[in-house]
């Protein structure tokens, strides 16, 4: 490349001169990213003739352009060594700040994102030595302004540079760049294949797959059942099968193969290598669902540290793998955190997350306490995924939320209040549903949330009878409330839809389970009877004459319990109600018997 300098040359001695021109004759080396070398020779340049100095490099490590300006900024050429428009234009540039401050500017920021640059970086110069360097590169599309974020870096050692780590991030840029870019210009459904192993259960949980791919937004063009073998420690399913599976997917065209359990780091490294594809697992899947469904500030958090928990220890041997996972199914999350942090910053964000859970969490414990202490009953309606859970809280409490027939429609717990037929009032909590094989990772970031069904009062297992594999959900279900120390509050197992089931298969009503169908509103009166019997099992009737003196004996009543008759005479106001057994030796110490 030519050694012409650019920019404002006037008043610079012609030895001056020379020295900045020779800053064309470094070459770095590929995985380096700017050798102390390069910045040394730049910051005594500047410091000699007070001005910013820029020079552009090519990813070969080659000097593409060397510019100086005035001691507040440089004229940056605009430059493109890469012809293709849906990539990034191949250089970065790194120039001096004058004044020590290596922070970049508003100016610099927005040259990055009009140039397209591989990255933009300044090192701050004082007394002619390098201070600090900043590194910013593109980011993800803000969803506010339609813009990009940068991702800075900095400040940074001069003379210590994470050069290969530098170097990285301009692909991963890169590759962030061209996939949003891609995925603007086409928006194509990702053609995806399923693959699992032959379970001796008889349970299809490929089929449930499936659902959860389609929720997700794949189109699922195969589903590959493996026959039952050891598990491969390097692909899962083993090199030949791997073989078939690469051919297999050039044939359908796909894009995306989504295994049916949890794959190690280096099991998804050689899957990719060798199908071609991207390769996505279980758990990746549910935890992309999770994120498009989080809505509230709680929800998004408690995605991001399950996300982040279940990346962390992936992160080793992956290398570029992780950088490619720039666009679709299993890379979507509710932050601005992405797969390429390296773990530092991974197990900073989950401290951070944790803490600030940790108020949410303390927060709902100091409105339990409230609830606890008004005595409002909690019910907790628990059941797998999809099995109408969201559409029975609508009917019983007449509300609105989103309720769609599909896996984990709705995400974020919701509570209602409900009056019961016999005028007990009650909350209803509607949690979010559980599913086969649920990420270990998931439960623990949820697992504050999901302890309200722990305190619960009352449980309303929600089943969907319809289902040829119902009895293997309600295992599911009662294996996690077991994890939450819930198995043993009252349950009331409702077997919902009974509307597509005919006489002999709906199952039989008993006092601790009943048949509904909370679409077409069956049953729904007997259920509300339930519960109020349910909640009210433990309470005794009394019944007795309070004195208009110990009026404070009515308004405990009123406050804790449920008062059936109420009559007022001459003596007093003559009561029959409902109360729990300490509140009743409450009630004694306020009459004095």
């Given at each position: 490349m030519a050694k012409k300098l650019n920019g404002n040359l006037s008043g610079i001695r012609n030895a001056v001169l020379e020295k900045i021109a020779s800053i064309y004759d470094i070459k770095l080396l590929q995985d380096e990213f700017a050798s102390y070398e390069l910045i040394s020779l730049m910051a005594e340049c500047t410091g000699e003739i007070g001005r910013e100095i820029s020079v552009y490099i090519a990813r070969n490590g080659e000097i593409a352009d060397v510019s100086v300006g005035d001691s507040g900024k440089v004229s940056m050429p605009d430059m493109r060594l890469v012809r293709n428009e849906d990539r990034l234009s191949g250089v970065r540039c790194l120039h001096t700040h004058p004044n020590g401050d290596g922070r970049l500017s508003g100016v610099d920021l927005g040259t990055l994102r009009s140039s397209k640059l591989d990255c933009m970086a300044a090192v701050g110069v004082s007394e002619g030595k390098p201070t600090q360097l900043y590194a910013a590169y593109l980011g993800d599309v803000n969803e506010d302004t339609g813009g990009r974020d940068?991702?800075?870096?900095?400040?940074?050692?001069?003379?210590?540079?994470?050069?290969?780590?530098?170097?990285?991030?301009i692909y991963n840029s890169d590759d962030r760049f061209r996939s949003v870019t891609k995925a603007a210009a086409e928006d194509e459904v990702e053609r995806a294949i399923l693959v699992g192993m032959e379970n001796a259960e008889g349970y299809d949980t490929l089929e449930e797959l499936k659902e959860l791919a389609q929720t997700a937004g794949a189109e699922v063009v195969k589903k590959v059942?493996?026959?039952?073998?050891?598990?491969?420690?390097?692909?899962?399913?083993?090199?030949?099968?791997?073989?078939?599976?690469?051919?297999?997917?050039?044939?359908?065209e796909a894009d995306l193969f989504i295994f049916d359990d949890e794959l190690?780091?280096?099991?998804?490294?050689?899957?990719?290598?060798?199908?071609?594809?991207?390769?996505?697992?279980?758990?990746?899947?549910?935890?992309?669902?999770?994120?498009?469904?989080?809505?509230?500030?709680?929800?998004?958090?408690?995605?991001?540290?399950?996300?982040?928990?279940?990346?962390?220890?992936?992160?080793?041997?992956?290398?570029?793998?992780l950088s490619r996972l720039g666009g679709g199914i299993g890379t979507r999350g509710p932050g601005e955190k992405k797969l390429e942090i390296d773990r530092r910053r991974i197990r900073r964000r989950i401290y951070e997350l944790e803490v600030e859970l940790g108020e949410i969490s303390k927060?709902?414990?100091?409105?339990?306490?409230?609830?606890?202490?008004?005595?409002?009953?909690?019910?907790?309606?628990?059941?797998?995924?999809?099995?109408?859970?969201?559409?029975?809280?609508?009917?019983?409490?007449?509300?609105?939320?989103?309720?769609?027939?599909?896996?984990?429609?709705?995400?974020?717990?919701?509570?209602?209040?409900?009056?019961?037929?016999?005028?007990?009032?009650?909350?209803?909590?509607?949690?979010?549903?559980?599913?086969?094989?649920?990420?270990?990772?998931?439960?623990?970031?949820?697992?504050?949330?999901?302890?309200?069904?722990?305190?619960?009062?009352?449980?309303?297992?929600?089943?969907?009878?319809?289902?040829?594999?119902?009895?293997?959900?309600?295992?599911?279900?009662e294996d996690v409330l077991a994890s939450l120390n819930a198995a043993d509050i009252p349950t009331i197992r409702v077997y919902n839809k009974i509307d597509k089931l005919t006489g002999a298969d709906i199952p039989a009503e008993t006092e601790t389970q009943l048949p509904i169908?909370?679409?077409?509103?069956?049953?729904?009166?007997?259920?509300?009877?339930?519960?109020e019997s349910a909640l009210n099992a433990s309470r005794r009737e009394i019944e007795l004459l309070v004195p208009y003196s110990k009026y404070e004996a009515i308004a405990l009543i009123r406050e804790r319990g449920m008062l059936l008759e109420e009559e007022h005479t001459e003596e007093g106001t003559r009561i029959r109600a409902l109360l729990d057994q300490a509140d009743i030796g409450a009630l004694k110490k306020i009459l004095d018997f």
């Open positions: 940068a991702l800075i870096y900095g400040p940074l050692r001069p003379y210590k540079l994470p050069q290969r780590a530098l170097i990285a991030e059942s493996v026959r039952r073998r050891p598990i491969d420690n390097a692909t899962y399913i083993g090199s030949g099968k791997a073989e078939e599976l690469s051919l297999l997917g050039s044939e359908l190690s780091a280096i099991q998804l490294k050689n899957l990719e290598e060798t199908l071609g594809a991207r390769v996505i697992d279980r758990t990746t899947l549910i935890l992309d669902i999770f994120a498009a469904r989080a809505m509230s500030r709680e929800g998004k958090l408690q995605v991001e540290l399950a996300q982040l928990r279940y990346r962390l220890p992936r992160l080793l041997g992956q290398g570029r793998i927060q709902r414990g100091l409105r339990r306490v409230t609830r606890q202490a008004n005595r409002i009953p909690l019910v907790a309606l628990v059941g797998y995924t999809n099995a109408g859970k969201s559409t029975l809280l609508n009917k019983l409490t007449e509300s609105d939320v989103l309720a769609e027939d599909m896996l984990f429609a709705t995400l974020d717990p919701v509570v209602r209040q409900i009056t019961l037929s016999g005028g007990t009032e009650a909350l209803l909590s509607d949690t979010v549903g559980f599913i086969n094989k649920l990420p270990h990772d998931l439960v623990e970031a949820f697992r504050s949330t999901l302890e309200e069904v722990s305190n619960a009062d009352l449980i309303l297992h929600v089943i969907d009878c319809s289902s040829p594999y119902h009895d293997k959900q309600i295992a599911v279900v169908s909370a679409k077409g509103g069956v049953n729904l009166d007997k259920l509300l009877s339930m519960i």
